[in-house]
């Protein structure tokens, strides 16, 4: 069982930063890809950022060069740092630990979201 908490949501401007931080307990961490995804009003959950055991990192289109996703295998951390941020990031982010490649089908957890405002 994976437990995962976000923090660092909140109201920014636009061209605003925020860190995004989860805290991840209950697993062997360090072979879990760790992602996190948000979810606009309206709209599905998607892939914002997400990067492997060994580092490798991934991102959407929209956010490239702007939000930097990094991991703590000691502290069992993922950090989401997003910056120039712009009013469509607006959404609910979500943490997300998968380990269905070392654990099985049922290895893919979620915390429970942050709220991103972007607003002047």
């Known amino acids: 069982q994976v437990q995962l908490v976000e923090s660092g949501g909140g109201l920014v401007q636009p061209g605003g930063s925020l860190r995004l931080s989860c805290a991840a307990s209950?697993?062997?961490?360090?072979?879990?890809?760790m992602g996190w995804y948000r979810r606009a009003p309206g709209n599905q959950r998607v892939m914002v950022a997400a990067?492997?055991?060994?580092?490798?990192?991934a991102y959407t289109d929209s956010v490239k060069g702007l939000f930097t996703i990094s991991r703590d295998n000691v502290k069992n951390t993922v950090a989401l740092q997003m910056n120039s941020l712009k009013p469509e990031d607006a959404a609910v982010y979500y943490c997300?630990?998968?380990?269905?490649?070392?654990?099985?089908?049922?290895?893919?957890?979620w915390g429970q979201g942050t709220q991103v405002a972007v607003s002047s």
């Open positions: 209950g697993t062997i961490f360090n072979d879990y890809a």
């Open positions: 997300n630990a998968d380990g269905r490649h070392v654990a099985g089908p049922g290895a893919d957890y």
């Open positions: 990067i492997t055991s060994g580092g490798n990192t």
